[in-house]
């Protein structure tokens, strides 16, 4: 069974001047059965999940999709914001048919899940959240601290270099948002896993508080870092496999 990969042309208001342009989402699909689509994380791509597609496409028609601005995804004219990227991720789903979806998210993708679910409730079915965080304060400090010294730092020569205008936008994803309060999450009830590494850049606590807020929530920690998903790919689809199987 092969992947295939596509350009996806989503419909994009220039609200300046009332006129529509195209925006091309790139992705791969592959395999066969109900929709489990990947959100990766911030400066990274759908290739991110290179050991999950292989393995969910067995099971699972697999949906990996590049966030506008990452990958081979243009940036386009819109604002660079997690609501932007939900409301891509809905025309995403409606170009593709997809009613229902379970959905995957990791770091960023994670941040973008949790916005597009308090939203779009009724279009996920199962709902998995890794190294997700509400705000700035979920991350450690001392990870956060660098974050934001680059951010000022491409902030100064962001209108003279293309290159720092991308690492000015980029950074000011993880400076500026998620805007997110745990209250808000009581309303979701579709099952979700929490899941995150032991020594994660999210703080244990905020992993927590997020899984209490969930209704339906299981929070699982595996041994490792930020990027699990792919440093213990093992383990990782073991986990959340069985979650989506309904064993965990």
């Known amino acids: 069974m092969f992947a295939r990969f596509f350009s996806l042309p989503i419909a994009e208001a220039l609200f300046d001047k009332g006129i529509f342009m195209n925006i091309t989402l790139h992705y791969i699909e592959k395999g066969e059965g109900f929709p489990l689509i990947f959100l990766h994380g911030n400066g990274s791509s759908s290739a991110y999940f290179e ?9 699972y ?12 995804s243009p940036r386009g004219t819109a604002p660079f914001t997690m609501q932007q990227f939900s409301e891509d991720l809905r025309g995403f789903m409606d170009s593709q048919n997809i009613k229902k979806a379970h959905l995957l ?6 941040n973008i ?3 597009f679910a308090l939203k779009y409730p009724k279009r996920i079915e199962k709902l998995i959240l890794n190294g997700a965080n509400l705000h700035t304060g979920g991350v450690k400090r ?7 010294i680059g951010y000022r730092m491409a902030k100064l020569s962001a209108e003279k270099s293309p290159q720092a205008k991308k690492k000015f936008e980029m ?5 500026n948002e998620p805007n997110l309060r745990a209250e808000q999450l009581k309303d979701l009830h579709m099952p979700t896993l929490v899941i995150v590494g032991s020594n994660d850049m999210i703080k244990d606590s905020h992993s927590k508080t997020i ?11 595996l041994k490792g870092g ?23």
């Open 51 to 59: 050991h999950q597609i292989e393995y969910f496409s067995k099971s």
């Open 61 to 72: 028609r697999v949906y990996a999709v590049d966030t506008r601005g990452h990958g081979a």
């Open 105 to 110: 998210g990791f770091s960023d993708g994670s």
């Open 113 to 115: 899940a949790m916005t």
């Open 142 to 148: 001392h990870l956060q601290i660098p974050i934001e």
């Open 171 to 175: 950074l000011g994803l993880m400076v």
């Open 211 to 221: 899984a209490d807020a969930l209704p339906d929530a299981r929070l699982v920690t």
């Open 226 to 248: 930020h990027c699990i998903a792919k440093k213990s790919p093992n383990e990782f689809n073991r986990v959340v496999d069985a979650f989506l199987k309904g064993n965990v």
